[in-house]
């Protein structure tokens, strides 16, 4: 029996060293590291850009995100090197270039192609960029950009609408009303804001989640009339007004109504004492 057997053993562990041994994902074998540095403009040179997020987008899997440090440095561990992108965000700032990248039309994540920047092959580390007073560091620089849009309802247009747009991030808010035509724009520094539109006669808009960019942002936002409940055929206002005209009228006739009063009881009484003064005539 052993003799059958051991054949089949041998056959077997061939064919297992003939398959190529591939770590599973996550293994510290598949690690690999993404560094490089962001910099900034402060009239005299180049300045580390701390607190700006980097994202890398991976084919597959979740994306991972890190943050600059004080010097403007970033590594971010992934676990593949093939088809990524990154992505670097600060509200108010735009990258302007970055090394060993590639813009793609419509996207906010740039095509990161490693086979042009420095590899270490023994930490798996990609030099994406130089250092900050090198010639390849990634650039940032502050942005601004205008969203502009048309408040309307089924019936036309709606003017004095007032649009608030608010940072996501909190610290910005901003507030303008639509002209005759409806139409409303705001300059505001890039980054992601949350809209909404408010109009007295009109139900309150929904919050809309925006993305301002260098680019032109439209967002344009329908309102619906608001419903009015009406009593004996007035609505809440038309009562209130017709309240207010009663309550006047019953003011002014209880003025008049005093006025009066006070004036009788100030005049001068005239009695006649005529058949008085014949009763006590003089007798002789």
Same mark, same amino acid.
């Given at each position: 029996?052993?003799?059958?057997?051991?054949?089949?053993?041998?056959?077997?562990?061939?064919?297992?060293?003939?398959?190529?041994?591939?770590?599973?994902?996550?293994?510290?074998?598949?690690?690999?590291?993404?560094?490089?540095?962001?910099?900034?403009?402060?009239?005299?040179?180049?300045?580390?850009?701390?607190?700006?997020?980097?994202?890398?987008?991976?084919?597959?899997?979740?994306?991972?995100?890190?943050?600059?440090?004080?010097?403007?440095?970033?590594?971010?561990?992934?676990?593949?090197?093939?088809?990524?992108?990154?992505?670097?965000?600060?509200?108010?700032?735009?990258?302007?270039?970055?090394?060993?990248?590639?813009?793609?039309?419509?996207?906010?994540?740039?095509?990161?192609?490693?086979?042009?920047?420095?590899?270490?092959?023994?930490?798996?580390?990609?030099?994406?960029?130089?250092?900050?007073?090198?010639?390849?560091?990634? +650039?940032? @620089?502050? $942005?601004?950009?205008? #969203?502009?849009?048309?408040?309307?309802?089924? /019936? *036309? =247009?709606?003017?004095?609408?007032?649009?608030?747009?608010?940072?996501?991030?909190?610290?910005?808010?901003?507030?303008?009303?639509?002209?005759?035509?409806?139409?409303?724009?705001?300059?505001?520094?890039?980054?992601?804001?949350?809209?909404?539109?408010?109009?007295?006669?009109?139900?309150?808009?929904?919050?809309?989640?925006?993305?301002?960019?260098?680019?032109?942002?439209?967002?344009?936002?329908?309102?619906?009339?608001?419903?009015?409940?009406?009593?004996?055929?007035?609505?809440?206002?038309?009562?209130?007004?017709?309240?207010?005209?009663?309550?006047?009228? +019953?003011? @002014?006739? $209880?003025?008049?109504? #005093?006025?009066?009063?006070?004036?009788?009881? /100030? *005049? =001068?009484?005239?009695?006649?004492?005529?058949?008085?003064?014949?009763?006590?005539?003089?007798?002789?």
């Amino acid at each position: 029996m052993f003799r059958r057997v051991l054949p089949l053993v041998l056959i077997a562990a061939v064919l297992l060293l003939s398959v190529p041994f591939s770590p599973s994902d996550g293994a510290e074998g598949d690690q690999y590291h993404i560094e490089g540095y962001v910099a900034g403009w402060n009239g005299s040179g180049r300045v580390p850009m701390e607190g700006v997020s980097v994202t890398v987008a991976i084919p597959g899997s979740a994306n991972v995100e890190t943050t600059t440090d004080a010097d403007g440095l970033f590594s971010i561990a992934t676990p593949s090197n093939v088809g990524l992108q990154i992505k670097f965000y600060l509200h108010g700032y735009s990258i302007v270039t970055c090394p060993n990248t590639e813009v793609q039309a419509g996207s906010e994540f740039l095509l990161l192609k490693l086979s042009d920047g420095i590899y270490n092959k023994a930490t798996k580390t990609y030099a994406l960029t130089s250092a900050i007073d090198g010639m390849q560091s990634a +650039i940032m @620089a502050a $942005s601004r950009g205008t #969203i502009r849009g048309t408040v309307s309802y089924d /019936d *036309g =247009v709606v003017s004095g609408a007032t649009v608030h747009l608010d940072s996501v991030e909190g610290g910005a808010s901003y507030s303008v009303n639509t002209n005759s035509n409806g139409t409303y724009e705001i300059e505001c520094p890039v980054g992601p804001y949350s809209l909404r539109v408010a109009r007295a006669g009109f139900d309150d808009s929904i919050d809309y989640n925006v993305t301002v960019d260098a680019q032109m942002t439209t967002v344009s936002v329908t309102l619906k009339k608001a419903e009015i409940n009406t009593y004996f055929g007035l609505d809440s206002s038309h009562i209130l007004m017709l309240i207010g005209v009663v309550l006047g009228m +019953i003011l @002014a006739v $209880s003025a008049w109504l #005093i006025s009066r009063r006070m004036n009788s009881s /100030d *005049g =001068v009484e005239i009695i006649d004492d005529s058949d008085s003064d014949q009763d006590d005539g003089l007798k002789f």
